[in-house]
């Protein structure tokens, strides 16, 4: 685990509400650029990050703002893919990967042509399922 909140952490925060009731959330710190609220992914310039940048497990910092009164630092690890939607995300793709794999196969060994699959792409291909 790292010592403090810094861009590409993954940060597991709870957001104390104004009720008193708090809600936990795990986002990325990413550069601006990178950033995708839905996804987990928070810009390093937004007033959120600001306010947890630098900041160390256990720590609890002050931020009113809507229904937020503070946020407590609980975990802080290395990013890259920390949160669920990104998970999600990454296992859809390697699922569409091996379902294009599959599909070459598939039409080259039932086709009288290659289909733009040659010899040694598809010996490529075989072996890697064969894994």
Do not use: Q
């Amino acid at each position: 685990m790292s010592s403090m909140v810094e861009i590409g952490k993954c940060v597991v925060v709870n957001m104390v509400l104004a009720s008193g009731e708090s809600e936990r959330a795990e986002l990325e710190i990413v550069a601006p650029e990178h950033a995708a609220g839905t996804e987990g992914l928070l810009s390093s310039e937004s007033p959120f990050a600001r306010a947890i940048l630098g900041k160390a497990v256990g720590e609890r910092v002050p931020y009113v703002r809507e229904d937020l009164r503070a946020l407590e630092i609980l975990e802080i690890r290395e990013g890259a893919r920390c949160n669920k939607h990104a998970r999600e995300r990454d296992a859809l793709a390697e699922i569409e990967r091996r379902i294009a794999d599959e599909t070459a196969i598939h039409t080259a060994l039932t086709s009288d042509g290659w289909w733009g699959v040659t010899g040694p792409e598809l010996d490529n291909l075989i072996d890697k399922e064969k894994k």
